[in-house]
C-alpha cells in the first residue's frame, strides 16, 4: 500500500514538473462608470462605441452634453435607465463582438485602448487585421483569458476595467525592442538629474513639458522609429525643432537642434534628424517631447494649463495628449 502511495505520489510531482505555466487570470475588472465632466482614454472608446451604434458625437475625450445627451439617447432606445451615466448595463449594451476582418469604429474603440492604455503599437484605423488580432490575443494572454483573437464581451471589460499604464511605463515597455535612443552615443549627464527629466518646475509655473539629452553641438540626432517630418521651426534661443508624425500615429518633437531633414521627408529609424545646436544662451542638447497623436492642433499651448490625457494635470503649455518622454532613456542607443 505504502508503496502504491508513494507511486502515485512520484507521478503527481512528474506531472507539476511537466505541465507549463499557464498565465493566472486576473480579477474581473469592473466597468467603469462615467458621466458628464469625465475625460480620458475610457471616454474615447466610449464615444467611437456610440458613433458605432449610430450617433454624432465628437471623439475628443470628454464627456461633455453631447455625449451626454448621446448616451441618454442610446439608454432610452435600449431599455435602461436615461440618466446619461455609463455603468455596466450601459457598457454592456455597447460593446459588440469584432475579431478579424471586423471594420468599424467598434474597432476603433478597441484598438484605442490597445494603444494609449497598454501601449501596444496599432494603429487606430478601424480595421481588425492581423496587427490589431496579435495585439488582442496578447493582451488576453497575459490577463489570462482565452487568447482567441476575438474581442467578445469578456475581452472589452478587461480592456476598458483595466487599468493599463499609458502615462509613460507600457508606452515605452511596448516600443522597448523597435525603437532606438535619439540621441546617437547617448547623453553626457544623467538626464533624470539637474532638471533635465519631465515635469521639473520652471519658471512662469509652468512645468517641463520633455526630457533633456546633453550632448556637445554636433553630436546626431536620430528618428526613434520611422515616420514623416510634418514641421520645422524656431524652438528656442536660436535653435529648431523638428516634428516628426509616427507611423503608429505618435508625434515625436526633436528639439534645440540643427535640421538635416525637410517638411513631407520620410525618415526611418536610424535617420540622422539633425544635430544638437549651441543655443543663444550656452546649452547644448536634445529637448525630446512625445504626444500620443490623438489631438490636434499645436503642440505648445500657452493656454493649456492642466487638460492633460495621458499625465498628471500639471501646467506643461503642451498639448493634451503629451506622453511623459522619459521611457526614451532607455531605449538601445546606436555607438
Known amino acids: 500500500m505504502k508503496k502504491r502511495f508513494s507511486f502515485i505520489m512520484t507521478i503527481l510531482f512528474l506531472l507539476i514538473l511537466v505541465t507549463p505555466n499557464q498565465p493566472v487570470k486576473a480579477a474581473t475588472p469592473s466597468w467603469p462608470l462615467l458621466q458628464n465632466g469625465s475625460s480620458g482614454t475610457n471616454v474615447y472608446s466610449l464615444q467611437y462605441l456610440l458613433l458605432n451604434k449610430g450617433y454624432s458625437v465628437s471623439v475628443d475625450g470628454m464627456f461633455g ?3 451626454e445627451s448621446a448616451v441618454k439617447s442610446f439608454q432610452s432606445s435600449n431599455a435602461l435607465t436615461a440618466d446619461g451615466i455609463v455603468g455596466a448595463n450601459t457598457w454592456s449594451k455597447l460593446v459588440v463582438t469584432i475579431s478579424n476582418g471586423s471594420n468599424n469604429n467598434a474597432v476603433k474603440a478597441a484598438q484605442y485602448q490597445l494603444m494609449n492604455k497598454y501601449g501596444y503599437s496599432v494603429s487606430v484605423d478601424g480595421i481588425f487585421g492581423s496587427g490589431t488580432e496579435s495585439a488582442v490575443r496578447s ?3 497575459k490577463n489570462g483569458i482565452a487568447s482567441d483573437g476575438i474581442v467578445g464581451p469578456t475581452t472589452w471589460q478587461y ?3 483595466g ?3 499609458s502615462t509613460g511605463g507600457s508606452f515605452w515597455t511596448s516600443r522597448q525592442s523597435s525603437w532606438i535612443h535619439p540621441l546617437k552615443g ?3 549627464l544623467d538626464p533624470t538629474t539637474g532638471g533635465r527629466e519631465f515635469g521639473v518646475a520652471r519658471s512662469s509655473g509652468r512645468y517641463h513639458a520633455g526630457v533633456d539629452f546633453t550632448a556637445e553641438a554636433g553630436r546626431q540626432v536620430l528618428a526613434m522609429t520611422s515616420g514623416q517630418v510634418i514641421n520645422i521651426y524656431e524652438f528656442y534661443e536660436g535653435t529648431k525643432a523638428v516634428e516628426v508624425k509616427n507611423d503608429d500615429g505618435t508625434v515625436a518633437r526633436y528639439c534645440e537642434i540643427s535640421p538635416w531633414v525637410s517638411v513631407g521627408g520620410r525618415v526611418s529609424k ?4 539633425g544635430t544638437v545646436m549651441r543655443s543663444n544662451t550656452g546649452s547644448q542638447m536634445l529637448h525630446l517631447e512625445v504626444y ?3 489631438v490636434s492642433g499645436a503642440l505648445t499651448q500657452t493656454a493649456n494649463s492642466s487638460n492633460y490625457y495621458y499625465v498628471s494635470a500639471a501646467n506643461y503649455q503642451r498639448r493634451a495628449d503629451l ?3 522619459m521611457g526614451a532613456k532607455d531605449l538601445s542607443i546606436i555607438r
Not at 536610424?270 to 534628424?273: A, P
Request: proline share 8%; aromatic share 4%; glycine share 28%.
Open 139 to 141: 493582451f488576453q494572454s
Open 163 to 165: 487599468t493599463g499604464g
Open 65 to 67: 452634453s453631447g455625449t
Open 323 to 325: 506622453v511623459n518622454p
Open 292 to 294: 500620443m497623436g490623438t
Open 270 to 273: 536610424g535617420t540622422v534628424v
Open 159 to 161: 480592456l476598458i476595467g
Open 186 to 188: 547617448g547623453p553626457t
